[in-house]
T-cell receptor
Framework: KAGVTQTPRYLIKTRGQQVTLSCSPI?????VSWYQQTPGQGLQFLFE???????NKGNFPGRFSGRQFSNSRSEMNVSTLELGDSALYLC??????????????FGPGTRLTVL | KQEVTQIPAALSVPEGENLVLNCSFT??????LQWFRQDPGKGLTSLLL?????REQTSGRLNASLDKSSGRSTLYIAASQPGDSATYLC??????????FGQGTELSVKP
């Protein structure tokens, strides 16, 4: 089975621009979660989608948004980029149902640099 | 609010040594706990997952234990090798799809 894939792997943007990151989960997985990793804050949860619905949301400003498509692929959008948005963005997929507790599998991440 | 702490932040050991990484969490109402490995600039590789009803899990040279009542987990690595050098992260899952991570332990195994 192919693993979680994320595109693009690297991205350079300037302040004020917007960016869209993509995540394709493992085939058959319906849950996709997004995380931001920075040296100062570590790994922080952004949001989780399950069957095209946002099921959980972390404490990030409204500039961070996401969506999930019917094939479970997910996109994350950041508008009006700030220098502090520079980070490694990771997505994870699992077969989590409403109450199951399966392993989460992570993609390689997208390294976003904001200049 | 769930908080996860990992001690030590960094560890350097000679090859062949057995070692223990520690993880503690403040809210014992968890679904499971997961240990990950992260190589520099890379994504996370899942090592072991322990369900809340389990006490330990083993995979090869790795053994993870969970004491939910005291809010502690340990990752034991036997006969360490230079290839084990990486950052090890523990994460607890106590809400659908949301993992709370510790800050990690950076492990260096010297040949």
């Amino acid at each position: 089975k192919a693993g979680v894939t994320q595109t693009p792997r690297y991205l350079i943007k300037t302040r004020g621009q917007q960016v869209t990151l993509s995540c394709s989960p493992i085939s058959g997985h319906r849950s996709v979660s997004w995380y931001q990793q920075t040296p100062g804050q570590g790994l922080q949860f952004l949001f989780e989608y399950f069957s095209e619905t946002q099921r959980n949301k972390g404490n990030f400003p409204g500039r961070f948004s996401g969506r999930q498509f019917s094939n479970s692929r997910s996109e994350m959008n950041v508008s009006t980029l700030e220098l502090g948005d520079s980070a490694l963005y990771l997505c994870a997929s699992s077969s989590l149902g409403q109450r199951s507790t399966d392993t989460q599998y992570f993609g390689p991440g997208t390294r976003l640099t904001v200049l | 609010k769930q908080e996860v702490t990992q001690i030590p932040a960094a560890l350097s050991v000679p090859e062949g040594e057995n070692l223990v990484l520690n993880c503690s969490f403040t809210d014992s109402a968890i679904y499971n706990l997961q240990w990950f490995r992260q190589d520099p600039g890379k994504g996370l590789t899942s090592l072991l997952l322990i369900q809340s009803s389990q006490r330990e899990q083993t995979s090869g040279r790795l053994n993870a234990s969970l004491d939910k009542s005291s809010g502690r987990s340990t990752l034991y690595i036997a006969a360490s090798q230079p290839g084990d050098s990486a950052t090890y992260l523990c994460a607890v899952h106590n809400q659908g799809g949301k993992l709370i991570f510790g800050q990690g332990t950076e492990l260096s195994v010297k040949p």
